[in-house]
């Protein structure tokens, strides 16, 4: 008994170390008086060693805890791919605190456990795992947001993004309850057993619906988008920059664990309805998104945008989609991060600041950063050679495959509207004259390096698309 | 009508009518008393399903904790009353509960004629209803079966007390 | 469940009814005659023999007052508040065994218990946290700032003390190994009381106890120098009196629930090897049972009058940073001892 | 013996109550207690289940859903007491410096 709890805890190294990480770092904070350095290296550094074990846990494949979370293999990936996007974020974050005076230790506490919450969600075999881990991703990110409490907006969004999260969690529990009910179980490989038994009863069909709307809620897809551009321009922003990639990812990797490597909805009416929100998502994220004066709230309609475009991944189905949405979301993840990061920087101590027209004249105060987020905005619209373009290209080709030829024309045509309003940025950035109030930009070292490391990386994993490709097709 | 069918109608129509009584009531305390009406009618009807621990869990957790959170922060605010719903009815709020009609048919029509299905072979609670609703058995599952949820919850109400820390307490840095 | 069954526990229940009543109005006063010995007063000595029948004239003269219901009041939720608590404090007693053995009556064996159910720990809590509802509400329902405050005093207060409340039954539960009021007494034959083997337990309880209910050195929600009289200011006549029986009622739940589950309930050490026949046992047990039930009453009666009232955050203090941890620290102690014997 | 369309059916109306609350009411409160009563619709769901197929996974789901629920309430409250430092109000028509 004693043994097996612990070779399982041992498998599931990952999740276990980032338990005992941040239950360190409360640790920390509540001894000391003063705030700020330790919790930050110690947080960075468990992070890393973090990484350093879900590679090395990578080969044991299988399950632990009688089956309830995944070990090895898929586990391991979609971990790698929150922890960089928590390290990026808490780098990229060190001054950001400071500035909007969000500098004490809760803040570092709260990222870390949304990065359990996350690693637990996509590794959760057992539905009761999956939504646990749900709301333990969610539940920090409500604080999160509203973590500058005296702000008007950052308290708004904090109440909006808690009221709409709350309400899709009861879709989503009473979409498992149904399916319980069908099955008996909550086991996801007990159920993908016998799923063309199931698929025939009108509750459990209802039931995967119902889950399908909790989903849809957590990637922000149409028509459950609403909650998006507020939250994402209300809170701070790299808080923001953390739900759009690393939550986006953590949904997305749980939504390709459930249904499609598992349900295998294949030809079902849910497949349809995926189609739909995919759909309705690229148009009316890009559609509106040309109309935004807001950077923050721009990139919270392009996000959108994106989740349509791997939604196709998701109506795809079968390998090859599933190791492109992966592909999708480290492109997404390094780019999304790096965009955010840069709005940080320049923005002012009182969350103002962030309209398109405050990157005027980015060029000549800070000609790298105008550049880097150049890079950023052509990786977006999905332009070779950066990792934009691979993401688009895997999941289009997949969906050609599986003869969805007709997603892959709308993918295509909005991704022709979005050139409009990232270029936009482009050229406020570098052809328009300063403004009168000039805003420098503050990062600091860590900010720096970790806008580097997102640059590099969209930069390489466009150039050699491979390395990442053979390494999440690894898993098939 | 059997005597279960009887028990089973009355707490429903409690559950039913305190629930509708909560969402129109303009005042939250009022509401709130009302939602713990239905907490209790629910555990009563897990009673009637042999799910005791359930049912004491429910009062001691809703209605013993989470509610009186829920009143304590009410009257902390000193709420008002707000305006009563047939005067700001607009045209969207008559459009959510035609969906919500419409949604409630559907279920309804799913549930009750779907005749064939895994539904019909429960026409009765299973023999082992009364075995696994104690305390013992749970016990025993929550601690082998479950444990990596469990420990993982009590992660999530750490999590919460930070959250709620960092939220609502007054001298903050 | 036949119509003898319910007349047995009809019995037991008007049985219940009366002795917690008469207790009640004793209960007041002693209270006065001991505050007035430990104050050097004489107290009430005049109503019967040695003021023995103080309260009934009390009582008598409450009930013949005005009934005031403040015209900005919640009428019916005014009304409701005194009823829940006075309901929440009887039905408790539900579940607390008095004695051991079993009598026969109409040809049954029954047991000395209202009802005896597999989770009558639980029960208790439970209905502990329903108690609360009573004071807040009726702070709220009187639209009155004191009663406000009183209400919400309470409502604070008894959350956090609820807690230590639970984790300190959590070390008796390990102990005993079953939810069952009656398996908890009868795990405490001899000297193997729970106060015994979980004395740091023991003393969070009690004092979670008396925050419970409302007792000094905790009767904040009616602490009269600085909210008048708390949640009851504005309540006269009928209700004020349900509150008053509620609050004795309340000691009374708390002072058996302590016995039962910490100083051996009914259990007189040694008594089996007396070999009495089975009437005088009963009688013996439900005697010790009720002797230690008059001595816990008579500790309540004794800190209120010998310790100051607690300011409202040293309270809370105390409540979640001194009582939490250590009832939280006594759960795992009791494990760690349990895991290596 | 009641059938378990009964509880589902039962079940069901409660949720679309609460669902109906959360779209119509604007108090925060109040669409927060609404999302409890769509909880708790769940909660019977998977009691029901769970007591008709002798299978006692759905029971433990409650106890989750409730710590869960535990859990919400606690930073939900803590969310809407902040947002009433700021704004004096709870009332969501009024919140509307970021558009709905």
């Known amino acids: ?476 | 009508m059997s005597s279960e069918l009887i028990v089973f109608l009355i707490l429903a129509a409690v559950g039913v009518l305190s629930g509708i009584l909560m969402i129109t009531r303009p005042n939250p305390v009022n509401s709130a008393l009302f939602l713990i009406l239905n907490f209790m009618a629910l555990a009563g009807l897990y009673i009637t399903l042999h799910a005791q621990f359930v049912a004491i869990i429910q009062i001691l957790v809703y209605a013993g904790a989470i509610m009186v959170l829920v009143l304590f922060v009410i009257m902390l605010l000193n709420l008002e009353d707000e305006e009563p719903l047939r005067e700001q009815m607009s045209k969207r709020h008559y459009g959510s509960l035609l969906v919500a009609l419409l949604a409630l048919v559907l279920i309804v029509q799913v549930i009750g004629w779907n005749s064939g299905g895994t539904l019909e072979t429960m026409r009765e609670q299973s023999p082992h209803a009364l075995r696994i609703g104690t305390v013992e058995h749970i016990g025993s599952v929550l601690f082998t079966e479950h444990v990596y949820p469990f420990e993982l919850t009590s992660i999530l109400l750490l999590a919460a007390i930070v959250g709620a820390i960092v939220m609502a307490k007054k001298r903050f840095p | 469940m036949d119509f003898t069954d319910i007349l047995i526990s009809l019995i037991k229940i008007v049985v219940m009814f009366g002795v917690v009543l008469l207790t009640v109005a004793e209960l007041v006063y002693t209270e006065r005659r001991i505050s007035a010995f430990i104050q050097n007063r004489l107290g009430p000595n005049r109503v019967g023999w040695k003021g023995l029948l103080q309260p009934y004239a009390d009582v008598l003269k409450l009930l013949l007052k005005e009934d005031i219901v403040p015209t900005a009041a919640n009428r019916f939720i005014h009304t409701l508040a005194p009823v829940i608590s006075i309901a929440v404090a009887f039905s408790t007693l539900a579940v607390v065994p008095i004695a051991g053995e079993t009598i026969r009556l109409f040809g049954r064996e029954v047991q000395m218990v209202i009802a005896d159910v597999n989770i009558g720990v639980l029960y208790i809590l439970a209905l502990t946290s329903m108690g609360v509802y009573g004071l807040t509400l009726s702070g709220w329902s009187s639209n009155n700032k004191y009663s406000l405050l009183g209400g919400l005093r309470s409502s604070a207060q008894m959350i956090s003390y609820e807690l230590a409340m639970g984790l300190s039954v959590i070390g008796v539960i390990m102990v005993t190994g079953s939810l069952r009021l009656t398996d908890v007494v009868a795990h405490q034959s001899g000297w193997m009381w729970n106060m015994i083997l979980q004395p740091v337990g023991f003393v969070t309880f009690v004092v979670a106890a008396f925050a419970e209910t409302n007792r000094a050195p905790f009767d904040l929600p009616e602490a009269e120098p600085e909210l008048v009289g708390g949640y009851h200011t504005e309540y006269s006549s009928f209700k004020f009196a349900l509150f008053f029986l509620a609050e004795y009622a309340n000691m009374i739940t708390a002072s058996a629930v302590i016995v039962t589950l910490y100083l051996g309930g009914w259990q007189v050490p040694y008594l089996e090897l007396l070999n009495l026949p089975v009437g005088v046992t009963i009688a013996l047990q439900i005697l010790a049972f009720m002797l230690k039930v008059a001595f816990m009453l008579f500790v309540f009666q004794w800190v209120r009058w010998s310790v100051p009232r607690f300011r409202y955050d040293q309270l809370m203090n105390l409540g979640w940073k001194v009582m939490l941890p250590i009832a939280l620290a006594n759960v795992i102690v009791t494990g760690i001892v349990m895991l290596l014997l | 013996m009641v059938p378990i369309h009964y509880y589902l059916i039962l079940s069901a109306v409660m949720f679309i109550t609460g669902v109906v609350g959360v779209l119509t009411r604007r108090n925060a409160i109040i669409i927060f207690m609404c999302i409890e009563l769509m909880l708790n619709s769940v909660n019977l769901t998977f009691v029901a289940f769970s007591a008709y197929l002798g299978n006692e996974t759905g029971q433990m789901f409650v106890f989750f859903i409730m710590a869960v629920a535990a859990a919400e309430a606690a930073v939900g409250l803590a969310i809407v007491i902040a947002l009433f430092r700021n704004r004096q109000t709870v009332n969501i028509n009024d919140v509307n410096i970021l558009r709905w």
């Not at chain 1, 922890?83 to 005076?101: C, E, N, Q, S």
């Not at chain 1, 709301?135 to 708004?156: C, D, H």
């Not at chain 1, 009168?436 to 070292?445: N, Y």
């Open chain 1, 1 to 476: 008994m004693m043994e097996q709890l612990l070779t399982d805890s041992l498998n599931t190294a990952p999740i276990t170390g980032m338990v005992i990480l941040s239950l360190i770092v409360v640790m920390i904070n509540a001894l000391k008086k003063e705030p700020l350095a330790t919790e930050y290296w110690v947080s960075l550094v468990g992070i890393v060693i973090n990484i350093g074990l879900a590679v090395w846990v990578f080969p044991e494949r299988g399950t632990a805890f009688s089956g309830s979370v995944m070990t090895g293999g898929y586990a391991s990936v979609t971990a790698i791919i929150f922890l960089t996007a928590a390290a990026l974020t808490i780098m990229l974050a060190r001054v950001y605190i400071d500035k909007i005076g969000a500098n004490f230790g809760e803040f570092f506490h709260l990222i870390l456990f949304v990065t359990t919450g996350m690693m637990s969600f996509a590794a959760g075999l057992d539905l009761l795992v999956t939504f646990v881990g749900l709301e333990l991703m969610s539940i920090p990110l409500y604080v999160l947001a509203g973590i500058t409490r005296r702000n008007l907006k950052a308290t708004e969004a904090a109440l909006k993004y808690f009221l709409l999260g709350a309400f899709s969690t009861g879709f989503f529990v009473y979409g498992i309850g149904l399916i319980y009910g069908m099955t008996g179980t909550t086991k996801i490989l007990d159920i993908a057993q016998n799923i063309n038994a199931y698929s025939s009863e009108p509750l459990f069909m209802v039931g995967a619906g119902l889950m399908l709307v909790g989903f849809a809620f957590k990637v922000g897809a149409v028509p459950f988008h609403m909650w998006v551009p507020d939250v994402y321009e209300g809170s701070p922003t790299m808080v923001s920059a953390f739900m759009s990639t690393g939550v986006k990812a953590a949904a997305f990797s749980a939504l390709l664990l459930v249904f499609t490597a598992t349900f295998d909805f294949m030809h079902s009416s849910i497949n349809t309805v995926v189609a739909v929100l995919s759909v309705a998502s690229m148009v009316i994220g890009n559609i509106v998104a040309l109309s935004q004066k807001n950077f923050k709230r721009m990139l919270a309609y392009s996000s959108i945008a994106h989740a349509g475009y791997m939604l196709i991944g998701i109506t795809a189905g079968g390998g090859v989609s599933i190791a492109g949405v992966l592909f999708y979301l480290v492109a997404y993840m390094l780019t999304n991060l790096g965009a955010f990061g840069i709005a940080s920087f320049i923005e002012n101590s009182d969350q103002t600041g962030t309209d398109i027209d405050d990157f005027r004249g980015l060029y000549q105060r800070h000609p790298a950063l105008a550049v880097i987020l150049g890079v950023f905005m052509f990786s977006l619209i999905g332009l070779p050679p950066f990792a934009g373009f691979f993401g688009k290209y895997y999941i289009f080709v997949a969906a050609i495959e599986n003869g969805y030829t007709w997603l892959t024309i709308v993918g295509v045509i909005t991704s022709m509207i979005s050139v409009y309003y990232y270029l936009r940025v482009v050229v406020v950035m570098f052809f328009q004259p300063e403004g009168e109030q000039v805003q420098t930009a503050r990062f600091g070292r860590e900010g720096a390096f970790a806008l580097a490391v997102a640059a590099a990386g969209v930069l390489l994993i466009g150039v050699f698309p491979s390395v990442v490709l053979d390494w999440v097709s690894a898993l098939f």
